[in-house]
Nanobody, 136 residues
């Protein structure tokens, strides 16, 4: 049974850091493309960061570039999102996702790095989400 479980969300002050974890089961994370997404009420889910393979470069949304880092530990079947210098606009429910097809359709790949990171890229395995709140 495929399962993704996020953890690490919380309420933090502006400028603080959080590290989200996503532990997967039912498949081998190393063989999958992965991504982190977030959503606020009334808005569409947006891509935060994604990569197509373990040793590939990663795409970051402009809003998080230089502050967030995506990574994975294949031995633990776990992916991470390290979030630094958090801002109120980072407040959202954060979701991890994975897909066996490593192609990215919204922009494709450039040098192995996704040009874009979108739920429309065929991510079919999702976690339940974890809330991150950064009060202003």
């Amino acid at each position: 049974q495929v399962q993704l479980v996020e953890s690490g969300g919380g309420l933090v002050q502006v400028g603080s850091s959080l590290k989200l974890s996503c532990t997967v089961s039912g498949f081998t994370l190393e063989d999958y493309a992965v991504g982190w997404f977030r959503q606020v009420p009334g808005k569409e889910r947006e891509g935060v960061s994604c990569n197509s393979c373990t040793d590939c470069g990663s795409h970051y949304a402009d809003s998080v570039q230089g502050r967030f880092i995506i990574s994975r530990d294949n031995a633990k079947n776990t992916m991470y999102l390290e979030m630094n210098h958090l801002k109120p606009e980072d407040t959202a429910v954060y979701y991890c996702a994975a897909k066996a097809d490593r192609r990215f359709f919204t922009g494709g790949l450039y040098g192995g790095v996704p040009v874009d990171c979108s739920p429309a890229d065929g991510f079919h395995n999702w976690g339940q989400g974890t809330q991150v709140t950064v009060p202003s």
